[in-house]
């Protein structure tokens, strides 16, 4: 089991900067992947970041450039440069086990205004 909490969300005018912390605990080892997800109102969650054990990362197209996700043992950031509206969304943390079984985090809420 794995437990997910995030933080760091909050309101921002456009071109600024969040940084968002997930403290991750229970069965960190078993982890292959953490990532981010971002869900506006009245849309689907999405992908925005992942990243492997071995440090690899993936992005979405619409953040390539602006967004950085970390990991450093039990946390993982995300780092969110350049913000626009359209980065608007609760984001929830998210992390794969070796049996590919998800966990999420509780989500926290990123306002870009214009």
């Known amino acids: 089991q794995v437990q997910l909490v995030e933080s760091g969300g909050g309101l921002v005018q456009a071109g600024g900067s969040l940084r968002l912390s997930c403290v991750v605990s229970?069965?960190?080892?078993?982890?292959?992947?953490m990532g981010w997800y971002r869900q506006a109102p009245g849309k689907q969650r999405d992908v925005v970041a992942n990243?492997?054990?071995?440090?690899y990362t993936i992005y979405a197209d619409s953040v390539k450039g602006r967004f950085t996700i970390t990991r450093d043992k039990n946390m993982v950031y995300l780092q969110m440069n350049s913000l626009k509206p359209e980065d608007t969304a609760v984001y929830y943390c998210?992390?794969?086990?070796?049996?590919?079984?998800?966990?999420w985090g509780q989500g926290t809420q990123v306002t870009v205004s214009s």
């Open positions: 998210s992390a794969v086990d070796r049996t590919y079984q998800r966990s």
């Open positions: 229970g069965s960190i080892f078993s982890i292959d992947v």
């Open positions: 990243i492997v054990s071995g440090g």
